[in-house]
């Protein structure tokens, strides 16, 4: 269980939605997103060993991330975001958050020491199952684009196959782990 409570957590996210501000809050600090994910590289290249690797983003709300191979962790690969809102910490196995099973086999101790880390690095772990809920937030999303596109397509006598998937609709982890 995190440090702070799910209610408080969710009240963090609300709070760092500014739809005037899609990528980066209005006082972004990159200096102090530098230095946190730095600090996150190295606690997780001291754990896990020099195999991980990592890398920034760029015209998306994530800033970076941090990602450990299948045989630097005996499970499976496992990865960890830092959100340029908030510092707003995720993580997740497989390919990324929006995998299938992507929160699950995060161990119980790995959490712990990731909610701890980000506690002291001026950071908030934000369990996967919290970004995966219903986005409701006034800031439009690559996924609110998706499907106003394949609205458009319709009403413009497209044939939109029956047999595509419609998009799905946005959740947290669109808002603050996607490119804008």
Do not use: K
Request: hydrophobic share 40%; glycine share 10%.
């Amino acid at each position: 269980m995190p440090v702070l409570s799910l209610d408080r957590i969710r009240t963090l996210l609300r709070e760092h939605d500014d739809p005037h501000h899609r990528e980066r809050p209005r006082d972004f600090g990159p200096e102090d997103s530098a230095h946190r994910f730095a600090r996150l590289t190295g606690a997780m290249q001291q754990r896990f060993g020099p195999s991980c690797t990592s890398g920034l983003y760029q015209d998306a709300g994530v800033y970076g991330v941090v990602s450990v191979p299948a045989a630097a962790t005996g499970r499976g690969r496992l990865w960890v975001e830092l959100s340029n809102f908030g510092g707003f910490v995720c993580a997740g196995t497989g390919a990324d958050w929006s995998a299938a099973g992507a929160a699950e086999g995060l161990d119980v101790e790995f959490v712990r020491w990731l909610d701890e880390l980000c506690t002291a690095a001026g950071c908030v772990y934000v369990p996967l199952d919290v970004l995966l809920e219903p986005y409701d937030g006034p800031t439009p999303t690559l996924a609110d684009e998706d499907r106003t596109f394949v609205e458009a397509l319709a009403a413009a006598g497209h044939d939109v196959a029956d047999d595509e998937e419609e998009p799905a609709p946005p959740v947290w982890a669109d808002r603050y782990f996607q490119w804008v």
